[in-house]
């Protein structure tokens, strides 16, 4: 049973456009949702998070929303570089659990120049 | 800004032979993990470590591995006698204990076992 799903292993964006990544979740304890970017041959990074009680966290180029009622999230780009042809993870956390972290399968973004 | 280094970048080993993964986590977290990417695929959980002990383990996780926290810094990964699909980058990682949980990765160990 996995519980963060990412349906689309990938997605290609001409830059300057709108990159939307999203991830589905179907446990209602997880109250922290994480994104995370992968470049090839290293260690993930933490990118942005958003906490349940919000809809919405921005961060630069970088938002992250959440419907709660859909269990959904998405992470939008915008605009889309080039630098940003990365591996992305969603993941979510619950706090009732002791921050255990469950992560999905990753997008990966390539974005054309 | 504290990160994660893991030691050695690179290690070749034959079939059969003991590896030992090097981490030194961020100083003051208290979760550690170890996750592994084989070439092409997705990045895999491990181990969860905490209080000295594993807290969880995945099904990838068999008795040929095995973690420990020998001193205040490091945290290791044993493997006890490589197979050649054991060849991965492993990743370290670690996290503090307040929301949202994020985990701070290192660089990455590339395994080669021929």
């Known amino acids: 049973d996995q519980q963060v799903k990412q349906n689309s292993p990938s997605l290609s964006v001409q830059e300057g456009r709108i990159s939307i990544l999203n991830c589905d979740y179907t446990n209602s304890m997880f109250d922290y949702f994480l994104w995370y970017k992968k470049y090839p041959a290293e260690g993930p990074t933490f990118l942005i998070s958003i906490s349940s009680i919000k809809d919405k966290n921005e961060d630069g180029r970088f938002t992250v929303f959440l419907n709660k009622s859909a269990k959904h999230l998405s992470l939008h780009i915008v605009p889309s570089q080039p630098g940003d042809s990365a591996v992305y993870f969603c993941?979510?956390?619950?706090?009732?659990?002791?921050?255990?972290?469950?992560f999905g399968d990753g997008t990966t973004l390539t974005v054309k120049p | 800004e504290p990160e994660v280094t893991q030691t050695p970048s690179h290690q070749v080993t034959q079939m059969g032979q003991e590896v030992i993964l090097r981490c030194v986590p961020i100083s003051n977290h208290l979760y550690f993990y170890w996750y592994r990417q084989i070439l092409g695929q997705k990045v895999e959980f491990l181990v969860s470590?905490?209080?000295?002990?594993?807290?969880?383990k995945s099904e990838i996780f068999d008795d040929q591995f095995s973690v420990e926290r020998p001193d205040g810094s490091n945290f290791t990964l044993k493997i006890r006698s490589t197979k050649l699909e054991d060849s991965a980058m492993y990743f370290c990682?670690?996290?503090?204990?307040?929301?949202?949980?994020?985990?701070?990765f290192g660089p990455g160990t590339r395994l080669t076992v021929t």
């Open positions: 993941a979510a956390s619950a706090s009732t659990n002791a921050g255990k972290s469950t």
């Open positions: 990682a670690s996290r503090g204990t307040g929301g949202p949980y994020e985990q701070y």
């Open positions: 470590f905490y209080n000295n002990e594993i807290s969880e």
